[in-house]
């Protein structure tokens, strides 16, 4: 379980004083793959606005194009149609100045340890080491793995991995924060912890983050938006707020207003299978 | 007992029959010497031996350099590009049922008898295996790395440097261990054949004139040769151990790359 | 696509045969020392006609079928008797292992030594050369049927007959396949490389005559005959193979 690494509150320092969050536009965006017999819509027509500092999760059935979209947003994929905007300028390339990413496996590189997966965008671009040193570890401090530094991803656990893979994605200290699936490969109760540690992070940083999931459940409980997709072609069905009071606890996933809005959800998932 | 123990048990205990059968004439000396008057006859002609030993040593070093760096070039090509890996991969493993021992005669009217032969023989013996498995290193590298190298603003130079290689290494180490060994045999092979130096060589002249323990004495240290080479590499991957045990993709192919019985180390 | 495919390797096949007949006739590369493609081809046909060619193959078939015969059912019972008892498979596995990746070429003359020159030395060097292969794949084949498998035939109250039969044969099918193309290359690598060595008859000793007595034509054919022969076998049993393969998951 990766919970057992986790810091009392009271020890963790932000990245930076000052919250730095990004505003995402995506107008209109459309995907289309040539096949050799037809054109398949992956995307049609996709609007949404994130202010900046929300955290808003994107949910539905696979094949709805929720992770084709996020990809768009991380700039590791082009669309067809319509434009995708962080903080105003459009995003063409991957841009670690202004996204991070953590993806579903924690896809950390196997040969470096957990601090040289945080410092690896850093090298990349030629961060002088001490500096990157110091960096990832404010950036493992965070996510509360002061002192697994020196460990090579093997010797972690699953919850463990993620955490580092989101340390990663923070150690530029990206306004948003890109998440596909982050927790899908975790068992249930690591990834409740998970669930809470991704909250405490993001209020710690005040990071925009967008969110990519399959389970109702965790797209109620970490969201203050909602926005659910259906396949065939991707679209948006819709997009509804979530009014629980933060901090989110457990007692709300018995709550009515949770169960209300999880049945919300299920409704448009269940009538586009 | 243990497992280990008993492997001991049982390997002391050949150890003892290859002394005792010949000695007590249970099986003819000529069919196998005990195991002291082959060792006592390669200590007499040490001279000899580690002459031969240089010659196919270095026969080895060359072929192995060859086979490396051609096929690892050759199998970072074919496995980073996927049309000529399509193309190529299937014909390059049919190659593999072709006993490529018929090429040494072929070999030996082109470049004589000398070492060029045996290295142009031994080379070839040892590309395939490493082309192989370079290939499949590359080809087997988790994508997701990439992608995330990709999220990051990696460049192309940078992906290769920072994620292909060393992603690749531990099954490029596998595809070498193979290719070495083939390389070994190959040398030793076509020294038997056709050659007027080296161990093999050895081998062949006392078989002709039957002097067995000779004949063991020069199996014994090809035998000792395969074996440090073995050991070489293996600790060379035990320091590159972390590698392995990473993504799914990468154990799944080293597991593949050294499960596969790529080894017709005839 | 497939048939793009297939065009573009018949292609790459004619393409190195052009080369060969180019640099050839060209006399960019000695012609005694590189035939040209189309003679080597037309002796290929001539020695298929020779009845001194004709009892070389079918005595290289004999050896190789023969080593085959003995080294398949033998090891097959090893390595299963191997995989059965788990303290037996642990002591012995490095052993086979090691067994396996020591060079089986350099104990060609103690092969000669036992048996003299002929048929016996080379079947037992066949023999040798594939038994530690059988053993190893009959092992991994039968420890890598599923345990769930086995699971579910138990609790729907399969006698070890019907487990067998219907559990142990279907799911190590394609592995065994798999194992008897190998085995066969490692065997036909054998016996020609003994015939090679010391021989009266056979291909391998023919090839190596041709090569000693630098008759080009004829050893390139040869090399042309045996590639031809032992590609035919491996492609064969892969394509028995894929008509396996839904077996497999």
């Known amino acids: 379980m990766g919970g057992n690494a986790m810091q009392p509150l009271a ?5 930076k004083s000052v919250p730095r969050a990004g505003a995402i536009e995506v107008r209109s965006v459309g995907q289309v793959f040539k096949t050799s017999t037809q054109d398949v819509v992956a995307l049609s027509e996709v609007s949404l606005e994130v202010k900046p500092g929300r955290f808003v999760v994107i949910v539905g059935p696979s094949g709805c194009g929720k992770s084709t979209l996020l990809m768009m947003m991380a700039g590791l994929r082009q669309q067809t149609s319509g434009t995708v905007t962080i903080n105003g300028a459009p995003i063409l390339k991957p841009d670690p100045d ?11 590189f196997p040969w470096l340890t957990a601090e ?42 699953g919850g463990m991995k993620q955490r580092v893979s989101i340390a990663r994605g923070l150690v530029q200290d990206p306004p948003v924060l890109l998440m596909d699936e982050p927790f899908a490969a975790l068992d249930e109760q690591t990834r409740m912890t998970m669930g809470d540690e991704l909250l405490r992070i993001w209020a710690a940083t005040g990071k925009t983050v967008v969110f990519v999931t399959h389970s109702l459940t ?5 969201a203050d938006e909602v926005v659910v997709m259906s396949p065939r072609p991707g679209r948006m069905v819709d997009h509804l707020q979530v009014p629980l009071a933060r901090p989110r606890t457990y007692e709300m996933l018995s709550g009515d207003a949770f169960g209300r809005l999880r049945d919300r959800i299920w409704r448009h998932i269940k009538k586009s299978a | ?7 001991r048990l049982i390997v002391m205990g050949l150890i003892v029959l290859w002394e005792v059968l010949p000695r007590s004439g249970a099986i003819p000396e000529l069919f196998l010497p005990s195991l002291s008057s082959t060792l006592l006859s390669g200590w007499n002609e040490a001279a000899e031996y580690r002459q031969a030993l240089a010659v196919t040593l270095s026969e080895v070093a060359i072929s192995f350099a060859f086979a490396c760096g051609g096929g690892i070039l050759f199998g970072a090509v074919v496995g980073s590009l996927p049309r000529p890996r399509i193309l190529i991969m299937p014909m390059i493993s049919s190659l593999y049922a072709v006993p490529l021992v018929i090429l040494y005669p072929v070999f030996t009217v082109w470049f004589g008898i000398g070492p060029e032969s045996k290295i142009a023989f031994a080379a070839i013996y040892g590309f395939l295996p490493t082309m192989l498995s370079t290939a499949a290193g590359i080809q087997t590298i988790d994508p997701q790395l990439l992608l995330a190298a990709r999220s990051m603003g990696a460049t192309l130079s940078q992906r290769l440097v920072r994620v292909i290689i060393p992603a690749a290494i531990p099954t490029v180490l596998s595809g070498l261990r193979v290719g070495g060994a083939l390389v070994i045999v190959g040398v030793v092979v076509s020294e038997m054949l056709i050659s007027s130096a080296g161990i093999g060589y050895l081998i062949s002249r006392y078989r002709t004139i039957l002097d067995t323990p000779h004949v063991f ?3 014994l240290l090809v035998l000792a040769m395969a074996v440090a080479f073995n050991a070489a590499i293996k600790w060379i991957e035990r320091r590159c151990a972390i590698w392995r045990t990473g993504t799914q993709g990468g154990q799944r192919a080293a597991r593949e790359i050294t499960a596969s019985p790529l080894q017709p180390a005839t | 696509m497939a048939l793009g495919i297939k065009l573009a390797r018949v292609a790459i096949i004619i393409t190195i045969f052009a080369l060969w007949e180019a640099l050839s006739r060209s006399g960019i590369v000695n012609p005694r020392l590189l035939p040209a493609a189309s003679d080597t081809l037309a002796m290929l046909g001539q020695l298929l006609q020779r009845a001194s060619v004709r009892n070389d193959l079918a005595v290289t078939a004999s050896e190789v079928l023969t080593a085959f015969a003995l080294a398949v059912p033998f090891g097959a019972l090893v390595g299963f008797l191997i995989a059965e008892n788990r303290y037996f498979a642990e002591v012995v596995k490095p052993l086979l292992f090691f067994a ?8 060609l003359p103690m092969f000669i030594l036992v048996f ?9 060097f066949g023999f040798f050369s594939t038994i530690f292969i059988v053993i190893m794949s009959t092992t991994t084949a039968v420890e890598q049927v599923k345990v769930e498998y086995l699971t579910v035939a138990r609790s729907y109250g399969a006698t070890s007959a019907q487990t067998a039969l219907r559990v142990y044969l279907p799911s190590m099918l394609p592995v065994l396949l798999e194992a008897l193309r190998i085995s066969m290359i490692f065997n036909l690598t054998g016996v020609i490389l003994a015939e090679m060595y010391a021989s009266r008859d056979g291909i391998g000793h023919q090839i190596a005559s041709w090569g000693e007595n630098f008759q080009m034509k004829q050893l390139l054919a040869g090399v042309v005959m045996i590639a031809t022969i032992a590609i035919a076998f491996n492609e064969g049993i892969r394509w028995v193979e894929t008509r396996c393969s839904h077996w497999r998951t």
């Open chain 3, 116 to 124: 003299g020159v002929g048929f016996a030395q080379k079947v037992g």
């Open chain 1, 218 to 222: 965790e797209a109620v409980y970490l």
């Open chain 1, 116 to 157: 040289e997966n945080v410092e690896f965008p850093l090298a990349l671009r030629g961060v002088a080491k001490s500096e990157r040193r110091a960096k990832a570890q404010d950036a493992l401090r965070l996510v509360g793995l002061d002192g697994f530094g020196k460990r090579h991803p093997h010797e972690l656990s």
């Open chain 2, 1 to 7: 007992m243990t497992a280990r123990a008993l492997r």
């Open chain 2, 217 to 219: 004495a020069g199996v």
């Open chain 1, 98 to 108: 202004r996204v991070g990413v953590v993806f579903q496996e924690a896809s950390l």
């Open chain 3, 100 to 107: 396996f990746s020591i060079p089986k070429s350099i104990f």
């Open chain 1, 11 to 15: 020890n963790i320092t932000p990245l």
